[in-house]
DNA sequence: CGTTGACTTCGACCGGGCTCGAAGGACGAG
DNA sequence: CTCGTCCTTCGAGCCCGGTCGAAGTCAACG
């Protein structure tokens, strides 16, 4: 099984292009992490489009940020419910985005403090640094 | 109880200091992740000292920077066989520092994404940016 | 002395996010 | 046909990192 009929991917075709597996896609499926409904053939098999596809690399950001799958679930189903409430999805994105920005500082001065550590090290050790 | 002695606090001061909660503070010395064996009073209670108290900061940088309790051990276990195995410590803080590197520079990545995002949002509705 | 309250150990449990396997159905190739 | 492959659903299991509660001990205060 190549492609089907082209565009139109299969579970196994989206698990590729995506870099999650299968089991993961059927997850999130049942979970309502999906903006819209998953096609599928006349044999009950799933047919990813191509919006599919670029929500899936929308959500592996989000995931991959920290948001948790249940605040994704939120903002799948603001985005569902076709209607005016862009801007609690923006404020649910504006809060995000604040959480990485925070912790990506905190890091950052986490990832300093280790530097410092590691310089301690070079300094007392044979071993040339870098 | 408040101080016992002078340099040696309780759990429940040491959890304070650190931030964690006493649970916590029993677990990582159960999980070997302490330098050196936490001293006890004639009753048996943990007494932490200023050496206690640093290293576990530094735990604690290490942990928020997505370093596994598994490897802290190791690190640990390295530090504690008093050996002239700095390099290899040395080693371990190198992979953790290029993976957090690595790290910042994904989710940095993302978060472009997610404001360009957030951009479009902006752009079309009401809501004033900022 | 008795009561408080902070401590001890031990083992069970929890929440998040997958991950996996069993059982069964479709369909194309040979 | 039959085989093999890929799919389906469903529910259980797993890893991580804590988190919690029960039951018991000890020191100090009144």
Redesign the interface.
């Known amino acids: 099984m190549t492609t089907m009929a082209n565009e139109g991917l299969t579970i196994a075709e989206a698990a590729d292009r995506t870099g999650l597996t299968t089991h993961t896609l059927r997850y999130y499926e049942r979970d309502g992490l999906m903006l819209a409904e998953v096609g599928r053939t006349s044999a009950g098999h799933r047919v990813y489009t191509e919006r599919d596809l670029t929500w899936l690399v929308?959500l592996t950001?989000?995931r991959?940020?920290g948001m948790p799958i249940r605040e994704i679930s939120a903002y799948a189903a603001l985005c569902r419910a076709r209607d005016g409430n862009?801007?609690e999805?923006?404020a649910l994105?504006?809060a995000?985005?604040r959480r990485?920005?925070d912790?990506?500082a905190?890091?950052?001065d986490?990832?300093g403090?280790?530097?410092n550590?590691?310089g301690l090290?070079?300094s007392?050790?044979s071993?040339s640094p870098r």
């Open positions: 929308m950001r989000l991959a940020t862009e801007d999805r923006l994105l504006r995000h985005r990485v920005l912790q990506l905190e890091v950052t986490h990832l403090a280790i530097d550590k590691i090290y070079e007392r050790t071993t």
